[in-house]
């Protein structure tokens, strides 16, 4: 299996990836943000869904 996206996989703005998780449904990188990206509790980890056909990251969930 080629992975294509993984040469053009950038991290979010604001964030630093730190390990990927993998779903039934599709496979998540878990990012975590710095101040700008806290919400009102302070948690700053975040899901981020990795679409494998573009290598496009787009923010799902709270990352526990």
Known sequence: MKIRWA???Q???DFEML???EFPDYI?????G????????GRN?????LNQDS???DKEDLAY
Not at 34 to 41: I, R, V
Not at 45 to 49: P, Q
């Open 34 to 41: 710095n101040k700008n990206q806290e919400d009102k509790y």
């Open 55 to 57: 290598g496009i990251l």
């Open 11 to 13: 991290k979010p703005i």
């Open 19 to 21: 390990y990927f998780q």
């Open 45 to 49: 980890r975040f899901n981020f869904k």
């Open 28 to 32: 998540a990188i878990v990012c975590e």
């Open 7 to 9: 040469k053009y996989l």
